[in-house]
Nanobody, 122 residues
Framework: QVQLVESGGDLVQAGGSLRLSCAASGSIFSINAMGWYRQTPGKQRELVAVITSGGTTNYVDSVKGRFTISRDNAKNTVYLQMNSLKPEDTAVYYC????????????????WGQGNQVTVSS
């Protein structure tokens, strides 16, 4: 069974930095894209950043220039380096793997991590 294990969430002051990690485990042939979403109470989960297996990246406008997503395909791991953090970045951050190909699947499936809390204080 495919699982995504996240780490790196913490409490940090505004202007500080955090690095989130997410590793996909299980029998995996390939993953088309991995990304990070975030969610706060009363708001819809939003895409923060995504990276394809080929290295193409996209970011939500509010984090451009501050966050950097990267990926190690050999380890099926994605990272999110978050710099110049702001209180509005406070949220539960969820790792996502899209288009995961496994030996037993008829096609590709998507998976989610359990989420980890990022809190930015002012």
């Amino acid at each position: 069974q495919v699982q995504l294990v996240e780490s790196g969430g913490d409490l940090v002051q505004a202007g500080g930095s955090l690095r989130l990690s997410c590793a996909a485990s299980g029998s995996i042939f390939s993953i088309n894209a991995m990304g990070w979403y975030r969610q706060t109470p009363g708001k819809q989960r939003e895409l923060v950043a995504v990276i394809t297996s080929g290295g193409t990246t996209n970011y939500v406008d509010s984090v451009k220039g501050r966050f950097t997503i990267s990926r190690d395909n050999a380890k099926n791991t994605v990272y999110l380096q978050m710099n110049s953090l702001k209180p509005e970045d406070t949220a539960v951050y969820y790792c996502n793997a899209k288009g995961v190909l496994t030996p037993s699947a008829l096609g590709r499936n998507d998976y989610w991590g359990q989420g980890n809390q990022v809190t930015v204080s002012s």
